[in-house]
């Protein structure tokens, strides 16, 4: 799925000054521990309803209290933990997509511009998917999912649908694959998505890059590459020919 978000989407986005501030809020454990709470009161609240019948008011009280207030604890710890995590959220995509604040910004200014595409391997347009989706922007690419990594336009070297990528079992799996010059960073969703979606996202890609490599295997001047199991090659091709066209 490939789109253009409109004005009421990326205000939505935007919410908090930062579309990567808002995807990033996507993971955490905290919210797992606010899920947990969120289960464990209203649980105590219905057995004390239940029970005030049969064991009394008071006690009743006392069984609502011994699983409701561990879920208040936990409520408040995930709260703490995850605003702790979101403090930290610009040294998260600088650590995964060694780019800079004044970059990450820029990718934000960005976002706002008309042409901005948000792209995802499944259907749905609600908040927590909103948060999971990919962004094509003029001079960046964040991936989707939920770890923060962003590469520059120009520094993307491959992106690609294959479904020939080589299990260590010997078979083979469907794979979205993506890689740019730092070759200890890379991007790879593998059985996800239908195929027209996943060629919709290279189309999409390479509309914006005619640079990026879009085939798992292809031959250029006589000698043959595969951008799966030899992507160092791969590469260096790439370099050499934009230094060509410098």
């Known amino acids: 799925m490939v789109f253009e978000p409109d004005a009421r989407m990326k205000g939505k986005m935007l919410k908090d000054g930062s579309v990567l501030k808002f995807m990033y809020s996507v993971a955490g454990a905290g919210k797992?521990?606010?899920?947990?709470?969120?289960?464990?009161?209203?649980?105590?609240?219905?057995?004390?309803?239940?029970?005030?019948g049969i064991m009394g008011t008071a006690q009743a009280v006392v069984v609502a209290t011994v699983i409701g207030v561990p879920g208040l604890l936990l409520i408040i710890a995930g709260m703490m933990l995850q605003n702790r995590r979101m403090s930290n959220w610009m040294k998260a995509y600088?650590?995964?997509?060694?780019?800079?604040?004044?970059?990450?910004?820029r990718f934000d200014d960005e976002f706002r511009q008309p042409g901005t595409l948000l792209f995802a391997l499944e259907k749905g347009k609600d908040t927590n998917s909103l948060k999971?989706?990919?962004?094509i922007?003029?001079?960046?690419?964040?991936?989707?999912?939920?770890?923060?990594?962003?590469?520059?336009?120009?520094?993307?070297v491959a992106f690609f649908y294959t479904r020939k990528y080589l299990c260590g079992d010997g078979g083979y799996d469907k794979a979205l694959i993506a890689y740019g010059t730092d070759k200890e960073r890379g991007f790879?969703?593998?059985?996800?998505?239908?195929?027209?979606?996943?060629?919709?996202?290279?189309?999409?890609?390479?509309?914006?890059?005619?640079?990026?490599?879009?085939?798992?295997h292809f031959v250029y001047e006589g000698k043959e590459y595969d951008a799966v199991r030899r992507p160092e090659e791969v590469i260096d091709l790439h370099e050499r020919i934009r230094r060509q066209q410098a």
């Open 132 to 135: 999971k989706m990919g962004v």
């Open 32 to 52: 797992g521990l606010v899920a947990m709470g969120a289960m464990l009161v209203p649980i105590g609240i219905l057995l004390a309803v239940a029970l005030a």
């Open 188 to 216: 790879m969703a593998r059985e996800q998505g239908n195929e027209k979606t996943n060629m919709e996202i290279v189309e999409a890609i390479a509309s914006r890059n005619p640079m990026v490599i879009t085939d798992h």
């Open 94 to 105: 600088q650590k995964n997509s060694g780019l800079s604040e004044d970059e990450l910004r």
């Open 137 to 156: 922007t003029s001079h960046y690419v964040k991936f989707p999912g939920i770890v923060p990594y962003i590469l520059r336009q120009e520094e993307l």
